[in-house]
Every structure is written in structure tokens, then in C-alpha cells.
């Protein structure tokens, strides 16, 4: 399996790994049978983004993604963030093998679980606006 | 800590050796004659397979005759399997025993059986890693064409207790084939006295080059033709004989079996200190039984932290290590080894596989001991499984 050098680079030295304290939305995907935890922490102020950890169980390609997810989100407004598509993770880490595209979908699906949590604590029902979140099969 | 490269996956595949490399080389550019062939090139030819033939015969107590080159250990497992199945049909007898934590090559074999009229039992192994031989006498029918059970376990290392399941087989006039790819050059293997009827073995397991194997039949069996064409092996396989490969499987297999006990004894100590090493780790387990297991074989799983992940870590630590996660198989179940003998998905998904020979020096096992444990911090520190586990929340 090929990964390439942008996931090994995304892999060894993964971007905000670790926990936001008092985050505004907390969001977590995937489960331990699986192979694959992604937990998504965000700072939002103003509708920005201004900041993205993560914390993953999983494989080089589970960790990959999720650091390269919080690049992508990181500054960008809400608006910008829902539109964050596993397609658009896999483009920027030069793409992955067939068998780790549901990373990439884990990925997108932990931000938006994330903003999900943000707008439930707002006292705001997040499904019209995030949609339901789609958690892996078993 | 200076960087060091530790190939820790010899279950996997090894190095082909410089005494084998230098028997092999001639075979290419000058002795490369076609065995059939009449004149002195070819005869030669013929005469380097047999002694061949002679030293992988010799080395599992077997007579020349009964060992037929194959391409791999796979293609071995597979001819014996369907040939059986297709022999024994004639006979009514369309049942077939083996384990649920055999190789693949098995595996997947009897279950194209299954698909094909035939019925397949699969034992259970216990906890520590083992068949139970009363499970197979129990499964034992009045159809029963074949049983099929590893030597040694290739992720797990346990040795199986082949002669009880042989006596077993014999009882009941059932054949005994097993699986002894892993086994090989690493436990005394004599096929008489241990009355195994068929053995796969592979080359590159044991400093041969990939793509050669060998399956012994012992004589009075009679298995169909695998390739049908030319006259080589004895009818049974056509094709022009690799003879390079089949010259350098003779030659690895004779140095793979020559001081078993010797290599052995110089493996064991060094496995064993990378197990308590290991172990000391906190959430983590050893898979298999620690004794009845391949000298240098050690399988660990460490909760909190996923197979694939530990092995690239590994790898950028200049280690080549393997695991029964998931993620390096391509599939989303983790190993059916671990599962098993009774892991949870969860735990089988970060299990540690190192399989070392004697050039993993004392100095390597300190360097390995000294990474894994920076290594699982890392990773651990980074996973919401360790942070749930920490907290003593469940993360099923």
C-alpha cells in the first residue's frame, strides 16, 4: 500500500493534535471495533474558526486526514467549514489508497459533528443547518 | 539514541543468503540447461534438482520421492487441499477438518471447497493458542477426507500439537496434511517419526528466494496433477523446473535445519527479554502461549492504539515489525488469529507482530526496547481511546 509523501508527512508530524479547553464544539466519529476514533475539538468566535484540535485512534491515514482537516477548517468561517468535503481532504494530501477514502470520509464527518455540538450548546438544532452526520458501518 | 535498521519481520520474509545467492548464481549464466534436455547442460541440471530434492527431503525426514517443488508454500497448501478433496469425492468422502486460525492459503481454499460441495469443519483454538487434538478426533466422520492444521501459527508462533493429531489422523485412517511454513528451520521436523502424510514448506521463509516451495506427499498418497504437460515432477507438476530457485531452496533448507536447537537457544533469551520489555507497558498483553511458541516469534498487543499507525511510527524508527490490525490487511476486521483466541476487535487492532532471527543482536533488542515504549506514549497520548481508557469510560 502507497501512501504518499504528504500523508507520511501529515502522519509523523501531525497538525493540532491535542485538546481545546472550553471548546465551543466537540465532536467525535468512528468507533474502536473499527479501527478508527476521531475526536474534533473547536474554538469559534464570530462565526470564524479560530481554532481546530484533533485526537485519533486509527490508522497513518486516520491521522492524516484528521490533521489535514483541521488545516483546512482553521481560520475559515462555518459556512466554509460545512462545505469541507472528504474529496477536498483527499486532494490535499495528494490522495489515498482505495482501502482509506472512509478516513478521509471519517475526517469531514468529525467536523461536522463537531459543529453539530457547537450549535446544540447555541440552543440551536444543528440538523437543518449541519445535516445528520453519517457514522461508519460496523 | 542513534537510528538503527532492525528487520523484526522474518515470518513475513527473509533475506536470501550469500550461500545461497552463490549456489544459485551459476544456474543463471552458465549451468542453465533445461533438465529435460539430453546432453551434459541438461543432465547437469537434472542432477543439481535432485540433489536439491535430497537435502529438502533430509531435512523433514522424508524420502526423495515423496517431495515435489512447487512455486510457493500457497501453491502447496492448495494442491494438497483440492487434490485430496478431488481423490477422496470419488470416494464419497467430502469432508474436510482444519482450524479457524490457519493461513489464508488454507483458509480460503477449503471455503472454495465449501462453495463446491464439500463440507468443512473448523476446530476452535484455545485461549493460549492451540488445537485441542480431542476436538479433532471428535470431528473425525465416516467421510472425513483430510485434516489440516498448521504446524506453527504465523502471527501467534504456537506450536501445535502436530504428533497427537497424526496419531489421531492415523486412527481413524484420515490424512494428515499440515501446514509448515513457519515451522520450518525453526522446530525438529521429521515426517516419519512425527507420521505427518503432507507438508507444505516455502522457500523464502528461510533465506530462499521468493516464489519457491515444496510439498511432500508421502508415498501411497496420490494426489492429481496440479499443471498438466510436460514429464516434470514425476508427472505431476509440467513446466521447466526453476532450477536456480529449487538449487537455492536445497541449500537454505539444509543451513535452515543444521543447528536448530543452537539458533534456538541463542533467539529464545532475546525474544524473551523484547516480551518482558514489552510488558512492562502498561494495557498490554502477550498473544500465545510464551512457551510452546517459534523461538523467535513474539506478539504483543498494546490497547489505546492501532496496529498501522505503531508500524509506520516503527518504521520512521528504522523497524520493519508487523500487526494483525485492520488497516495493514485492507479489510476492516482485524486478524482472525486474534480473534480467535478471544481478543475483542478493539485490542486485536493493536497488536505488535516481531518475528527476529540471530542477527537481531543484544544491542538491537535494547534499541527496539527503547523505541516501542516512546513510540506507544505517542501515539497514546494522541488517541481518544487512551484518553477514555484513562478515565476509566468505556470507548465500546
Known sequence: ?138 | MEKRFIYADNAATTAVSEEVLNAMLPHFTKAYGNASSIYKLGRDAQRDIENAREKVAKAIGADPKEIFFTSCGSEADNWAIKGIAENMAKKGKKHIITSVFEHHAVLHTCEYLEKHGYEVTYVPVSADGFVNPEDIRNAIREDTALVTIMYANNEIGTIQPIEEIAKICKEKKVIFHTDAVQAVGHVEIDVKKQGIDMLSLSGHKIHAQKGIGALYVRKGITLPNLIHGGAQERNKRAGTENVPAIVGLGVAIESATRDIAGKNAIITPRRNRLIDGILQLPYTRLNGDRDKRLAGNLNISIEGIEGESLLLMLDLNGICASSGSACTSGSLDPSHVLLAIGLKHEVAHGSLRLSIEEDVTDEDVDYILEVVPKVVDRLRSMSPVWEKMMKGESYE
Open chain 1, 1 to 138: 500500500m502507497m501512501y504518499s509523501e504528504k500523508v507520511l508527512d501529515h502522519f509523523s508530524n501531525p497538525r493540532n493534535v491535542g485538546e481545546i479547553e472550553n471548546a465551543d464544539g466537540v465532536g467525535e466519529i468512528g468507533n474502536a471495533k473499527c479501527g478508527d476514533i476521531m475526536k474534533m475539538y473547536l474554538k469559534i468566535d464570530n462565526n470564524i474558526i479560530t481554532d481546530a484540535k484533533f485526537k485519533t485512534f486509527g490508522c497513518g491515514a486516520a491521522v492524516a486526514t484528521s490533521s489535514m482537516a483541521t488545516e483546512l477548517i482553521k481560520g475559515k468561517s462555518i459556512d466554509d467549514a460545512l462545505k469541507l468535503t472528504n474529496d477536498a481532504v483527499v486532494e490535499a494530501l495528494d490522495g489515498l489508497p482505495a482501502v482509506k477514502i472512509h478516513c478521509s470520509v471519517l475526517a469531514e464527518q468529525a467536523v461536522r459533528s463537531a459543529l453539530s455540538d457547537y450549535y446544540t450548546k447555541q440552543g440551536i438544532d444543528p440538523l437543518p443547518i449541519v445535516g445528520e452526520i453519517k457514522m461508519p458501518e460496523e
